[in-house]
């Protein structure tokens, strides 16, 4: 199969790949969902669509949206209207051809349409009635300005006179408002010109304070201009942004003269506690052949210091991109940027669509998730899942962790445990104070791998508060009390096994343990191997000590009270204790199920907790849980007969097939999976659940059954009815950092500790030859495996550099022999590593 082209169920070509980058051409608009794609710079970000710009936020995931679609709205709120008497169709129409306000054939579609995503910008191109018609939108690398470039062309051979009306909608405004306010009440808009059209917007504060004051500004061009409008109620008129009176019949209410200067406000140009808008039109004069260039630039520049407009020069920044060699030269920049980004890790495996993914579009994605924080344009992060996604970001930026790292730890409480979420305000912002009690094992992880990475053990010796208290101690002692609160007596169970609290990474289960008895079997395997994180941390850090012997006593007592308890008969691990004295996710649920849960098993394995004589007892529920998308998370699904003391699951509250109840939930059922394979040393069936877990392979996830774009990693595949393994969720998953550690960590086994790099690859037995290139501590490395005898795992032989490296070490986690090679062994320029196996 061809999964670089796209075709729809009736042969229609949908889409196809760029060769050479994480680029996709799209050739219609009758996809059969939205194709999302973003643009971030960490200033700001804009998501995009076949229909336009969907969203763009300043600052993500906590700053404001400059414009937004709303629920169910299918088209852009930031759009240019074309019309002309001399088209043979007078009706207007948009730049990205739809909204069409005929509406009498809701699938036209016009000629030689294309819409091609690339890493640094956004076109949209078609032809219709003689009308050549192309829009770019463009994020630079810094700063928050989003550029829009409309090209028309007449393609007739006479003149053409032709009105243009941009209009954009502005939003201003975080996120999400209390339910009792409404975005407008707390905009000041107008229009006036300094160089150019000016339109801007303050968000003011309704709690007066100047430090939420924001100002968003949209410069426009002035040439042809004919009229304006501020007022979105006014320009929509008896219509909608879809079929705006004011288009239709072509009078704006405002002229463009006298024109104001930024910041003053009249009674002729300017608008508050209504709904604005920045709409404009334009009328320009074509010849046969002739083009006009019509630019506009949002941006947000600083507000005063007291919470006042910007500065003017500041205002005028933006002004570059209407300069066509400035402007060239930033998307040249932001080209060369992403195209680093992509060859920062490669891989080459003979598997041209696998490599080209893995080399291309995942690293993007990194990207984009760490920006987007799982997609909630919230004040918050998920304190799990940025540990998660910046725990993978480590192997392309590590300095990006330090930052993040010590935002979480700063929102610590000083028992040790960790909001569900917390605010990108920092300590003294509003946080997600539920009761879940995984988040810290997976910041012990991420700080451990941190460390791994980047060498930078100073960063222990950083001090930071705590979420409850302005006392301060050492980043080590926050750890050391995320560390205890999981051995602390009072938060272990009558199994011995870690209480679930509200929940842990299963969200689904939140009653299990609010009454205070019910254990998680995920934590606690979790726990034990944050348990040796820790001691190597300690060991590293100052030698023995005796807190490394507890924590290492610690760890196997909870080994065998989860091998005790927690293993049944039937051989796999019960997922939780529930508040009522019963296991769930058992060979016995109370409902009279067998209902094995994938990661309860996958962290048995991952942990070390399995002796290797069980291992192949713990696989078997592989063939339980799969299905024709991929891995279940758990089968069978839960709610046709009520369970006490769980919560949504199992209460009939979350459907069959919906989410997290019974489908392939990427994240956990199949990147948790991929991670206890690489464990198991079972390459083949590593390398097989990736391909369930990335979207590309139209055999496995076709894009006319999961309806979303064969480039984005997806939260889940459900199972409801209508739209059987439908996707949910582009991009917002933490499946994106579980692929990419995936990839180098456990299929190339390039794993970075703090005793050396380790390498302990596990590839799959057909695979008779390979190689990365990578960065590790700043060099870069170049490594080939060959696989003469058709092994998965444990080289016979490592060279570095054409010597021979023997020192080795047994892993704590799948006791494995492995490959330790010293960061000092390093040398500048090139490396080379080769593996025999």
Request: charged residues 25%.
């Amino acid at each position: 199969m061809n999964n670089r082209e796209i075709y729809g169920p009736s042969g229609q070509k949908w889409a196809q790949f760029r060769p050479d980058c994480a680029g996709i051409d799209l050739f219609s608009l009758n996809l059969p969902a939205p194709w999302e794609y973003i643009y971030q710079n960490h200033d700001v970000l804009l998501k995009v669509d076949q229909f336009g710009p969907v969203y763009a936020q300043a600052n993500p995931p906590g700053g404001i949206q400059l414009f937004r679609r709303e629920n169910g709205q299918k088209f852009s709120n930031w759009a240019v209207w074309l019309q002309s008497d001399e088209l043979e169709d007078r009706k207007p129409f948009t730049n990205f051809f739809r909204p069409l306000i005929d509406g009498s054939d809701p699938s036209k579609e016009p000629q030689d349409l294309k819409i091609t995503f690339l890493p640094h910008c956004a076109s949209y191109e078609y032809r219709y009635q003689d009308l050549l018609v192309k829009t770019e939108f463009f994020v630079p690398l810094h700063g928050t300005e989003i550029v829009m470039k409309l090209r028309v062309k007449n393609l007739r051979k006479k003149a053409m006179g032709l009105s243009v009306s941009p209009a954009f909608v502005p939003y201003v405004n975080p996120a999400q408002l209390a339910p009792w306010d409404k975005y407008e009440w707390y905009l000041k808009s107008g229009v006036g010109r300094e160089e150019k059209e000016l339109f801007w917007s303050q968000l003011l504060s309704s709690t007066s304070d100047p430090g939420e004051r924001r100002t968003a500004a949209l410069w426009t061009d002035s040439e042809g201009l004919c009229g304006t409008e501020i007022s979105y109620e006014k320009f929509v008129g008896c219509g909608d942004l879809s079929c705006p009176q004011s288009v239709t019949d072509g009078s704006f209410r405002m002229k463009p003269e006298p024109a104001a200067s930024f910041g003053e406000y009249r009674g002729d140009n300017a608008i508050w506690g209504y709904p604005p808008v920045y709409a404009a039109k334009y009328g320009c004069h074509l010849e046969p052949g002739g083009e006009r260039v019509f630019t506009q630039v949002i941006c947000m520049p600083q507000n005063a210091a007291d919470g006042g407009l910007p500065a003017v020069d500041d205002v005028k920044k933006p002004l570059v991109y209407f300069e066509a060699p400035a402007y060239e030269r930033k998307k040249e920049e932001a080209r060369r940027h992403f195209s680093a980004l992509c060859r920062k890790n490669t891989v080459r495996t003979g598997q041209k669509d696998w490599d080209y993914f893995i080399n291309n579009w995942l690293p993007l994605q990194m990207e984009w998730v760490a920006s987007l924080d799982r997609g909630w344009p919230t004040a918050m992060r998920g304190t799990r899942d940025c540990a998660q996604d910046y725990t993978a970001m480590l192997s392309i930026d590590d300095t990006a962790g330090r930052v993040r790292l010590l935002e979480m730890l700063s929102c610590q409480r000083s028992d040790g445990w960790f909001p569900r979420q917390f605010s990108t305000e920092g300590r003294t912002g509003r946080h997600d104070l539920r009761g879940h009690v995984d988040a810290g094992a997976f910041v012990i992880e991420f700080v451990y791998e941190y460390l791994s990475y980047s060498g930078d053990s100073g960063v222990l010796d950083a001090v930071l508060p705590w979420l409850d208290s302005d006392g301060k101690n050492t980043v080590l002692e926050h750890l050391v009390r995320a560390m205890e609160y999981y051995i602390d007596p009072e938060n272990l169970g009558e199994h011995g096994l870690c209480k679930i609290g509200e929940g842990d990474w299963l969200d689904s289960v939140n009653r299990a343990g609010v009454l205070g008895r019910g254990e998680s079997v995920m934590v606690s395997e979790q726990a034990v191997m944050c348990l040796q994180y820790m001691t190597e941390i300690l060991e590293n850090r100052s030698g023995p000590s005796a807190t490394a012997v507890v924590y290492r006593e610690k760890a196997e007592e909870m080994k065998k009270n989860l091998l005790k308890h927690a293993y049944n008969q039937d051989g796999f691990f019960n997922g939780i204790f529930t508040d009522e004295g019963k296991w769930i996710f058992s060979d016995q649920d109370p409902d009279g199920e067998k209902r094995p849960y994938g990661p309860a098993n996958w962290f048995a394995l991952i942990s070390g907790v399995v002796p290797e004589e069980m291992r192949k007892s713990v696989l078997r529920v592989m063939e339980l849980l799969k299905c024709e998308a991929g891995y279940r998370l758990y089968w069978p699904p839960m709610g046709e007969i009520p369970i006490r003391c769980v919560g949504r699951a199992a209460s009939g509250d979350a459907p069959a097939g919906f989410a997290e109840n019974g489908n392939v939930y990427n994240h956990g059922a199949q990147g948790f999976l991929a991670r206890a394979l690489a464990a198991a040393g079972n390459g083949d069936g590593l390398f097989d659940v990736l391909q369930w877990l990335l979207p590309y392979d139209q055999s496995r996830h076709p894009s006319n059954v999961v309806l979303s774009p064969p480039y984005a990693i997806v939260n889940c595949w459900q199972e409801l009815p209508v739209f059987r393994f439908r996707s949910l969720f582009s991009f917002l998953t933490g499946s994106v950092g579980m692929a990419q550690r995936a990839v180098y960590e456990w299929m190339f086994g390039i794993r970075p500790t703090l005793e050396g790099l380790v390498i302990d690859p596990c590839i799959p037995g057909w695979m008779d030859s390979a190689s990365v290139e990578f960065t590790y501590r700043g060099k870069r490395v170049k490594m080939e495996i060959r696989n003469p005898n058709a092994r998965s795992c444990t080289p016979e032989k490592v060279e570095l550099n054409g010597v021979s490296v023997f020192k080795t070490r047994k892993d704590p986690f799948h006791f494995r022999t492995v490959f330790v090679l010293g960061s000092e062994l390093f040398q500048d320029g090139e490396n080379t590593i080769r593996v025999i196996l």
